[in-house]
């Protein structure tokens, strides 16, 4: 395939970014997304060309490191996708096809499609610690789990982090993100000692970072590649309500 791509450039954070036309020309329609970005880079490295700066790094699916929007969509048309597993057959010959980064006040651009997403560190450094035994393997079958709390705390464990939630939601708000670490630590007997001060601290530091709040519109669920859906806000919600609850009603609150 012969395709037109039009990429953000932007050197640093302080630069104004533009949008700049390639050529690329021979694409398998077997190539990954990023293999065809490799390849427009091997020829603007041979060309004496600064080189598209953009994030990945196990190119499985599972790191959350790859992220971009593709024709204004994140991670591209393929739904349930990361970038480096969407391919190129998905595309036909002489498309254009636009390449930015993730939008969000959050997320500041580095340079060209990379991202800072320290943001999402500070989220889940706020949500401190699990008090559990430490020593050898607990018996199995000792602390039962209803298998619906552990099918939705291991659906929610499924967030790789890439951002994409941020990226879809017009207010630019994580709280996707952030409710599916609250959830797989929330359902679990394990995560119930720091339940309530966990919710609130994670939340507090999702505000804190600059991401928006959330108006339900539902574009992260639909961005997200691994599916996380709607309702975990909805358990986060809710535990936000209890905590809030329990703090009023401390002496001295």
């Known amino acids: ?5 039009r ?3 932007q050197t640093g954070p302080e630069d104004k970014g533009r949008m700049v036309t390639y050529q690329v020309d021979d694409v398998s329609p077997d190539m990954s997304f990023l293999e065809m970005l490799d390849v427009l880079n091997e020829r603007l490295i041979l060309a004496g060309e600064d080189p598209v700066a953009f994030d990945h790094d196990c190119r499985e699916g599972i790191c959350g490191m790859c992220g971009m929007m593709i024709n204004g969509m994140a991670h591209g048309p393929q739904r349930g996708t ?12 002489g498309d254009t096809i636009d390449i930015e980064p993730w939008r969000a006040q959050a997320f500041p651009v580095v340079k060209d499609l990379v991202v800072n997403r320290s943001a999402f ?3 889940i450094a706020a949500g401190g610690y699990i008090t559990a035994p430490t020593g050898s393997a607990p018996e199995a079958h000792s602390m039962p789990v209803p298998k619906s709390d552990a099918d939705a705390a291991f659906e929610a464990a499924a967030c790789i982090g890439c951002g994409a939630c941020v990226a879809a939601c017009p207010n630019g708000s994580g709280m996707l993100f952030t409710a599916a670490k609250i959830t797989q630590l929330s359902l679990m007997p394990q995560g119930q000692p720091e339940r309530y001060t966990r919710v609130i601290g994670m939340v507090d530091a999702h505000d804190e970072a600059g991401f928006g709040g959330c108006t339900n519109t539902g574009e992260c669920t639909v961005a997200c590649p691994k599916g996380i859906p709607l309702n975990t806000i909805g358990r986060l919600n809710r535990d936000f309500l209890m905590a809030t609850k329990k703090a009023a009603g401390k002496p001295g609150s």
């Open 1 to 5: 395939m012969n395709l037109t791509l």
């Open 7 to 9: 990429i953000w450039r």
């Open 82 to 93: 990361t970038a480096c597993q969407l391919h190129m057959r998905q595309f036909k010959d």
């Open 121 to 123: 560190d500070k989220i």
